[in-house]
């Protein structure tokens, strides 16, 4: 993907920044398959630091592998509830995200949307019309680093969620303790 130039959806030209970030264990608190709106809960500062990227002009996207869905734990309907309580826990501190992308196939399924795949960013930069590799992707596991390398994006694993046990292995290009954390340095690095 980054060797091709982004495909954007009509005349749409090229827009701004964005941010890519994981959800179960990044966004909010890994649950093992998270099928309850009721048990979702968001990291603490993970709100405020959607609403700091917001406030930077940063796209916000999340991309987020579901395969509680092909495994049969819930379907698309509970997970429509679940995105509709994330969205509104988020909008609580004045935050939004501008997409949600989600791969419902399992592990062995032949799809093009489970990370590391592309899929998801690509209808992303359909969608937002953005460049991935100008683009951020954060997540607390290395299909999100690979995800991230995979389109030419700046990738930041965070020691939350499943990270603690691959740092010691991560290509990330940072590695950060928590989403805010990670929202600091790209503040910084965008300058």
Partial sequence: MPSSPPVCAGSKTMGRRFVLID???TLNVEKHYLSD???LELYPGA???VRRLNELGLGVVVVTNQSGIARGYFDLTRLAEI???LDALLAAEG???DGLYLCPHG???ACDCRKPRPGMIRQAVADHCFDPAQAFVIGDKEVDIEL???VGAISFLVRTGHGMSAVE???ADYVVADLPAAVAEIERLIG
């Fill in 95 to 97: 935050a939004h995200i």
């Fill in 169 to 171: 292995t991560t290509r």
């Fill in 37 to 39: 709106p009721d048990q």
């Fill in 83 to 85: 995105h509709r309580r």
């Fill in 148 to 150: 991230g390398h995979g």
């Fill in 23 to 25: 959800r179960d264990g």
């Fill in 47 to 49: 709100a405020v630091a």
């Fill in 107 to 109: 592990p062995n399924e």
